[in-house]
Nanobody, 125 residues
Framework: QVQVVESGGGLVQARGSLRLSCTTSGLTFMSYTMGWFRQSPGKEREGVSCITVNSANIYYADSVKGRFTGSRDNAKNTVYLQMNSLKPEDTAMYYC??????????????????WGRGTQVTVST
């Protein structure tokens, strides 16, 4: 059974930082591009960062470029999202995802094979 589990969300003040982690089990981690998505009420789920298997290619949404950093540790089956200079508009539920076609087919929800349950990030003013 595949499990994708996020951690590290919480409440932070604007301009603060958070680091999200995501661990997986039950899948061949090295076979999947890993991604971070977010969704806030009334909005579509959007791709924030997608990291290819060997980390050679990393996608970032325009809204987070220069502030967020995606990374992965294949030895630990874990992917990270370091979020700096957080803004209130970054408030959302953040989801970790695995997809064999992620990045090549776009960092989009339709290319995801497995989803985590999400971790809430709230940025206060």
């Amino acid at each position: 059974q595949v499990q994708v589990v996020e951690s590290g969300g919480g409440l932070v003040q604007a301009r603060g930082s958070l680091r999200l982690s995501c661990t997986t089990s039950g899948l061949t981690f090295m076979s999947y591009t890993m991604g971070w998505f977010r969704q806030s009420p009334g909005k579509e789920r959007e791709g924030v960062s997608c990291i290819t298997v060997n980390s050679a290619n990393i996608y970032y949404a325009d809204s987070v470029k220069g502030r967020f950093t995606g990374s992965r540790d294949n030895a630990k089956n874990t992917v990270y999202l370091q979020m700096n200079s957080l803004k209130p508009e970054d408030t959302a539920m953040y989801y970790c995802a695995a997809g064999s076609a992620l990045y090549n087919a776009g960092c989009t929800a339709t290319s995801v094979n497995y989803w985590g349950r999400g971790t809430q990030v709230t940025v206060s003013t």
